[in-house]
């Protein structure tokens, strides 16, 4: 049983696909009112239909006053971290600071290549995210970066513009070596979909992290944990995810929270994506946050 004692914070992810765009602009300015912390991006950019994630983001954020932006994850094979953290820091002094710098290493070599990457093995994929983590760090931050490692050579970048307030650098992964570089170097793991990374499969991974994150000399509790659900609220039946009444939501996002030591959790709704969000909204998150509250006080 754990629970970091981070703040509970939710999100929804936008289709960035061209074909939905008035739905999509509906449905940001509607979690914009609605209190969430976050609009997921993802960033799948080798999918002809997709908008180009930064690109769709800059579009939202002068649709949008007080919601942050997460990248749910950026791909850094395709996108340079120097590049990468030019784009995050700009995008954050446009937005007053609502951006979140999610991250991954790709979802395949081929998928890479398709868009004229280099193809890297697993082991180069990993010191790849790793060295570009660093990089980023530091790019973020305003300073003069130079770097001679294994995948990446930077040999003076003065970086700019610093955003107004730190840009978190989260990394997405689920596996071994992925989440030992979460440990090390990020301020947060993204995990993937629920129905790929079920909740039984959780607390190992969470381990990987807390184990890393102590070999690197960092407290695990500072490390942020983020779910991907995908489900529907609503009465039981077919479905993929988590398909269910507003209470078995509250109650099995709770559980997650105190149990699994996830503090962040992004909606992927599978029908209705409007109505879905302010059920989500108006119902799951505040008995969500009422119940954690309470089973904190009580321990």
Same mark, same amino acid.
């Given at each position: 049983?754990?629970?970091?004692?981070?703040?509970?914070?939710?999100?929804?992810?936008?289709?960035?696909?061209?074909?939905?765009?008035? $739905?999509?602009?509906?449905?940001?300015?509607?979690?914009?009112?609605?209190?969430?912390?976050?609009?997921?991006?993802?960033?799948?950019?080798?999918?002809?239909?997709?908008?180009?994630?930064?690109?769709?983001?800059?579009?939202?954020?002068?649709?949008?006053?007080?919601?942050?932006?997460?990248?749910?994850?950026?791909?850094?094979?395709?996108?340079?971290?120097?590049?990468?953290?030019?784009?995050?820091?700009?995008?954050?002094?446009?937005?007053?600071?609502?951006?979140?710098?999610?991250?991954?290493?790709?979802?395949?070599?081929?998928?890479?290549?398709?868009?004229?990457?280099?193809?890297?093995?697993?082991? $180069?994929?990993?010191?790849?995210?790793?060295?570009?983590?660093?990089?980023?760090?530091?790019?973020?931050?305003?300073?003069?970066?130079?770097?001679?490692?294994?995948?990446?050579?930077?040999?003076?970048?003065?970086?700019?513009?610093?955003?107004?307030?730190?840009?978190?650098?989260?990394?997405?992964?689920?596996?071994?070596?992925?989440?030992?570089?979460?440990?090390?170097?990020?301020?947060?793991?993204?995990?993937?979909?629920?129905?790929?990374?079920?909740?039984?499969?959780?607390?190992?991974?969470?381990?990987?992290?807390?184990?890393?994150?102590?070999?690197?000399?960092?407290?695990?509790?500072?490390?942020?944990?983020?779910?991907?659900?995908?489900?529907?609220?609503?009465?039981?039946?077919?479905?993929?995810?988590?398909?269910?009444?507003?209470?078995?939501?509250?109650?099995?996002?709770?559980?997650?929270?105190?149990?699994?030591?996830?503090?962040?959790? !992004?909606?992927?709704?599978?029908?209705?994506?409007?109505?879905?969000?302010?059920?989500?909204?108006?119902? !799951?998150?505040?008995?969500?946050? $009422?119940?954690?509250?309470?089973?904190?006080?009580?321990?």
């Amino acid at each position: 049983m754990t629970d970091y004692h981070q703040p509970i914070t939710f999100g929804v992810s936008l289709d960035p696909s061209g074909e939905k765009l008035p $739905e999509t602009r509906q449905l940001a300015r509607a979690a914009d009112a609605s209190g969430l912390a976050y609009l997921a991006v993802q960033d799948h950019a080798y999918q002809p239909g997709h908008f180009d994630t930064w690109t769709l983001i800059s579009h939202l954020a002068a649709e949008t006053d007080r919601i942050s932006f997460l990248t749910d994850v950026a791909d850094l094979q395709l996108r340079p971290p120097t590049m990468l953290a030019k784009a995050g820091a700009s995008l954050s002094v446009l937005t007053g600071g609502r951006i979140v710098l999610g991250v991954g290493s790709g979802p395949s070599s081929d998928a890479v290549a398709a868009m004229g990457g280099p193809r890297r093995s697993g082991a $180069e994929t990993i010191t790849y995210t790793a060295e570009g983590l660093q990089i980023m760090r530091r790019a973020l931050a305003g300073e003069t970066v130079r770097h001679l490692g294994e995948q990446h050579t930077v040999e003076g970048y003065q970086a700019g513009p610093v955003p107004p307030q730190p840009v978190p650098l989260w990394l997405g992964g689920q596996r071994p070596r992925m989440l030992t570089v979460a440990g090390r170097y990020a301020d947060g793991w993204i995990s993937p979909l629920n129905i790929y990374v079920p909740p039984a499969e959780v607390p190992a991974r969470q381990q990987i992290i807390d184990d890393a994150a102590r070999a690197a000399g960092r407290d695990p509790a500072r490390i942020r944990r983020v779910y991907n659900v995908i489900g529907a609220i609503g009465p039981r039946g077919g479905g993929t995810g988590l398909v269910g009444d507003v209470r078995l939501w509250v109650d099995t996002l709770t559980r997650w929270a105190v149990d699994l030591g996830l503090d962040t959790f !992004v909606f992927w709704p599978i029908a209705s994506p409007l109505a879905q969000l302010r059920v989500f909204a108006e119902q !799951v998150v505040p008995g969500v946050l $009422e119940q954690v509250l309470e089973i904190r006080e009580q321990r």
